[in-house]
């Protein structure tokens, strides 16, 4: 129920009811006065937070922004630059919602706390010195009719007269006060409607605004945030391709260290203990030392692995390296060391016979180290698989590709014409064949511009010999088919890419930097799939000319160019729709670009 109506010609009447009325907007004054005080207090708390709020997003921000991403590598694929550059744009966003938070906290007090502070001390305190001027008129005119009223009717006439006339007076000044008192706690009544109301919504437009000002960054910030969508989720696939593949390096190092652990065949490098002699005593102090056999130069460095502390670089010329008897020192493992440039014999301390084995072959050069080639692993019916299967029913089956690499069945006595083949045994073999074919056959090359890189790929593709770059073609189109059934076999062309790069194209050697650069293998299968048409075309007179100069540019930077002898044997009989035992063999070169250096 909402307040009563003061009249003013109540006023002049008094009454209790009128009293009572009057109290009644005087308790809601109060209140009012009240809550306005408290949400003045909260208001300025709100904006405090707020600022305390856009100082830590500040922070925040900053500190996505100062933070730069290091990559393993010499090189980012387009995924891993859209990823590191994604925390400059957060950042940038951030830093623009706060920008207009700020303007909307500076103007917090102009239309929220000073409005509603002014209402407060301009029109409730009016009203509440009109109460206290009415409050002591009252009590006047009571005072003054009182003492009227006991004057005794003996008195003079003109004693009686003046004391009416002071009477009226004061009863006339009463109702004034009166009048005036009602008319401004209504007023203030009917004021707060607008003046306390209207700061609210100003408020609340500019919170209205920075939302908006919001909404209208996340619309500019979708694109980017769907190409960083796309590019997370390329990364975790490609992560769990390379994986398996580090944890398999590391099994094979596991199982043979001494195969794995070496950089080059030309250097050998890890600690030896060197013998210091002093005057009564000598000592024997850890060093990692690196010998390069082509200089025949050996480099030692004073190291502490506990502490890392390192000490100076030391470096000589080998002249002979001579192993020490057991009988002629009491440490094991020794040899002496003789150097060129340097007086005296040094003695050092391998870590295990082994070891010791090890630095002696590698400095005289009596012991050559082995090497040890890729196994060759040739499945021969792989080309006739994959043109029985170019339009399979199974070509939607889930997850064709993604499956454990093993042995694929005996091409032997397979009917050509059988419904029954599986699909995953199929897909297997595919990749069994090109995981542990030794033929490289794509080099791989620095490119940012998309078409740059497929004009290069397009020119290499066309200097493979006839048979690998008919093999390839085929393979690509039914991979380029298979992903056009993504809907089905969830197997798009990322996917294909995860699965086919590490197995089409290979490193030099072993390690886990190479095995880090899988990422572009996976982007030159990619580029192989999505644009097979362009490069199975022939290569044109332009086209070969700009591959020659590009070729003589990659060869100055990198490793010359090298033909490596595979020996291949593509053998097939078929008879009858069988495919039977070989009875043809096409041997061929393949040549093989080493371009260790550079990366796509």
């Avoid at 509603?116 to 305190?125: C, D, H, T, V």
């Avoid at 975790?236 to 593949?245: A, K, L, M």
């Avoid at 040890?372 to 792989?382: A, D, M, Q, T």
């Amino acid at each position: 129920m909402g307040l009563p109506a003061l009249e003013f010609s109540d006023c002049y009447l008094d009454s209790p009811q009128f009293r009572d009325r009057l109290k009644s907007h005087e308790l809601e004054l109060d209140k009012t006065n009240k809550f306005i005080k408290e949400l003045i207090k909260d208001g300025k708390a709100l904006i405090q937070a707020l600022k305390n709020l856009s100082t830590a997003k500040r922070k925040f921000a900053e500190s996505l922004n100062e933070f730069k991403f290091q990559c393993i590598g010499d090189a980012e694929t387009d995924d891993e630059i859209c990823i590191a550059k994604s925390l400059q744009e957060f950042a940038g966003v951030l830093q623009n919602l706060e920008d207009e938070r700020t303007r909307m906290i500076e103007n917090a007090d102009d239309v929220l706390i000073m409005p509603l502070e002014r209402f407060r001390k301009e029109q409730i305190s009016a009203a509440k010195e009109a109460k206290k001027k009415y409050d002591k008129e009252t009590e006047k005119y009571c005072a003054v009719l009182e003492k009227h009223l006991s004057l005794s009717a003996k008195k003079k006439e003109a004693h009686l007269h003046e004391a009416d006339s002071q009477v009226d007076h004061v009863r006339q000044h009463f109702y004034e006060v009166s009048l005036e008192y009602v008319f401004k706690v209504q007023e203030v009544q009917e004021r707060k409607m607008f003046d306390f109301v209207e700061p609210l919504l100003a408020f609340l437009q500019g919170l209205f605004t920075y939302y908006h000002h919001g909404y209208e960054l996340a619309k500019d910030f979708n694109h980017f945030k769907t190409d960083l969508t796309i590019s997370i989720q390329n990364t975790r696939n490609r992560f769990e391709s390379t994986r398996s593949e580090v944890e398999c390096l590391m099994r094979k190092m596991k199982e043979n260290p001494h195969e794995h652990k070496s950089i080059s065949h030309d250097t050998m490098e890890g600690y030896l203990f060197v013998q210091e002699k002093r005057s009564f005593v000598s000592t024997w102090v850890k060093h990692y030392c690196t010998y390069h056999r082509e200089p025949k130069r050996v480099t030692m460095v004073l190291f502490d692995q506990k502490s890392g502390g390192k000490g100076e670089e030391e470096s000589f010329t080998l002249k002979s390296c001579t192993r020490r008897k057991t009988d002629s020192i009491e440490k094991r493992f020794c040899f002496d060391v003789e150097a060129v440039d340097r007086p005296g014999v040094i003695t050092m301390q391998a870590l295990s016979e082994e070891d010791r084995r090890l630095w002696m072959e590698a400095m005289d050069g009596r012991e050559p180290v082995r090497c040890h080639g890729y196994s060759i692993i040739l499945c021969v019916c792989v080309r006739v698989l994959i043109c029985v299967h170019l339009k399979a029913p199974q070509m939607t089956d889930d997850d064709i590709f993604p499956l454990p690499l093993t042995d694929p069945k005996t091409c032997a006595d397979v009917e050509l014409d059988s419904t029954e083949w599986e699909i995953k045994t199929i897909t297997s073999a595919i990749k069994y064949y090109l995981r542990y074919s030794t033929v490289n056959p794509l080099p791989r090359s620095k490119l940012d511009n998309q078409e740059a890189r497929i004009t290069e790929i397009h020119s290499i593709i066309h200097r493979l010999p006839e048979k690998n770059r008919q093999m390839l073609d085929l393979l690509t189109k039914h991979l380029a088919n298979v992903a056009s059934h993504h809907q089905q076999n969830l197997m798009t062309v990322a996917n294909l890419g995860v699965v086919f790069g590490p197995t089409l194209l290979r490193p030099q050697e072993e390690t886990v930097a190479a095995i880090m650069d899988i990422k572009f293998q996976n982007i030159v299968v990619e580029i192989l799939i999505e644009n097979h048409e362009r490069v199975s075309q022939t290569v044109s007179c332009s086209t070969q000319s700009n591959t020659q100069s590009w070729l003589t540019a990659l060869v100055s930077k990198s490793q010359p160019l090298s033909l490596t002898a595979y020996h291949i044997s593509l053998s097939l009989d078929i008879h009858n729709g069988v495919l039977g035992n070989c009875s043809t063999s096409v041997q061929y070169l393949v040549p093989k670009v080493v371009c260790k250096s550079s990366t796509f």
